[in-house]
């Protein structure tokens, strides 16, 4: 039996985030199953600087100048 434990939610505000992660704990809590508070954590990554490592990659946003000369953003998935 395989097991699919780790994973990523996503969203644009600290509120989202914490919403999501209360309807999660519902859902799981109905499967009898129940988050890992020492391994699970909230990262920003609005501020280019905060990452994560997941699946041994390690994740990160950052800005990039197009040709054009305006900023975009790209997340990095760089090797642990």
Same mark, same amino acid.
């Given at each position: 039996m395989r097991y699919a434990d780790d994973f990523v939610?996503?969203?644009r505000t600290k509120n989202e985030a914490l919403e +999501?992660?209360?309807v999660l704990k519902a859902i799981m809590k109905k499967l009898d199953l129940e988050i890992n508070t020492e391994? +699970?954590?909230l990262v920003s990554l609005w501020n280019d600087t905060n990452g994560f490592d997941f699946l041994d990659l390690h994740h990160r946003k950052f800005p990039v100048m197009n040709k054009g000369g305006s900023k975009v953003y790209v997340m990095s998935h760089i090797s642990k």
């Open positions: 939610i996503m969203c +999501s992660i209360q391994k +699970s954590k």
